[in-house]
């Protein structure tokens, strides 16, 4: 018999919860931001996250800038614009979203001292589902034609 009661508690509970089995939990990797020197109005950060369920990146903060925005470039009349994305970014469950230079990105306003290559910049990430993931940026320029 206590296979049958340890299986039925387990069945209820999964016939009462609208939640995925996923758990929503979303991978930061291979954080960096652009140098900027002291003064700097915003600065550039890229990020690669995978999502295990559908989730959205909906905001970001840093200890070295005023605010994070989340932005994307588009091109607007033959002239790459960038704009912010005012309802965070979808990250579809499985697949890996890259913030990249030229594309989407965060945008770190208002940078509250120089950030010199080699350095690092702390990061917290903000989803709808998952929890907060807090990830280190290494400061580096970024490779040549991939502005901004
Ligand atoms: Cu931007």
């Known amino acids: 018999m206590k296979p049958v009661l340890l299986i039925a508690p387990l069945a209820l509970l999964a016939a009462c919860s609208p939640q995925p089995l996923v758990d929503p939990a979303v991978t930061a990797s291979d954080a960096w931001c652009r140098p900027a020197v002291a003064g700097a109005r915003a600065v550039g950060c890229y990020v690669t996250l995978q999502s295990a369920a559908d989730d ?33 970014l979808a990250l579809p469950a499985g697949e890996t979203t890259s913030l990249k230079p030229g594309a989407d990105h965060l945008m770190l306003i208002g940078p509250t001292a120089a950030l010199e290559e080699g350095g690092e910049v702390a990061l917290t990430l903000n989803f709808e589902k998952a929890p907060p993931a807090v990830v280190t940026a290494q400061i580096r320029s970024a490779p040549h034609g991939m502005e901004p």
């Open 56 to 88: 959205r990146l909906v905001g970001a903060q840093s200890p070295v800038g005023e605010r994070v925005e989340i932005h994307t470039m588009s091109m607007d009349g033959g002239v790459m614009r960038m704009r912010q994305l005012e309802d965070g």
